[in-house]
């Protein structure tokens, strides 16, 4: 099993920035791919992005590229989401996600086996 935390989110104004931080325990970190997904009110689950094992390989969903930075820290068992120049469409739950490491991204949610339970991002115009 694997636990994920989320932290960091929170009430942010159109053009700010937070970071979001995911940690885990449980299992070696390093066999892990990581995810960040995030979900709006009567919407459905989306991908936001993901990070291989060593944390030298990121990829990002359209919406956010270019604004969203995905890091990860070995040492600490922690990835990061780094997000700039947030709109209000922004808002939602974001979740970090875990999967065991394949050696390809993934983009779907049912690809991932372990969730945190969140964390609020609410950006106001």
């Known amino acids: 099993q694997v636990q994920l935390v989320e932290s960091g989110g929170g009430l942010v104004l159109a053009g700010g920035s937070l970071r979001l931080s995911c940690a885990a325990s449980g299992r070696t970190f390093t066999n892990y791919e990581m995810g960040w997904f995030r979900q709006a009110p009567g919407k459905e689950r989306e991908f936001v992005g993901g990070v291989d094992w060593f944390g030298d390989t990121t990829y990002y969903a359209d919406s956010v590229k270019g604004r969203f930075t995905i890091s990860r820290d070995n040492a600490k068992n922690t990835v990061y989401l780094q997000m700039n120049s947030l709109k209000p469409e922004d808002t939602a739950v974001y979740y970090c996600?875990?999967?065991?490491?394949?050696?390809?991204?993934?983009?779907?949610?049912?690809?991932?086996?372990?969730w945190g339970q969140g964390t609020q991002v609410t950006v106001s115009s």
């Open positions: 996600a875990a999967r065991p490491a394949r050696g390809r991204g993934a983009s779907q949610a049912y690809e991932y086996d372990y």
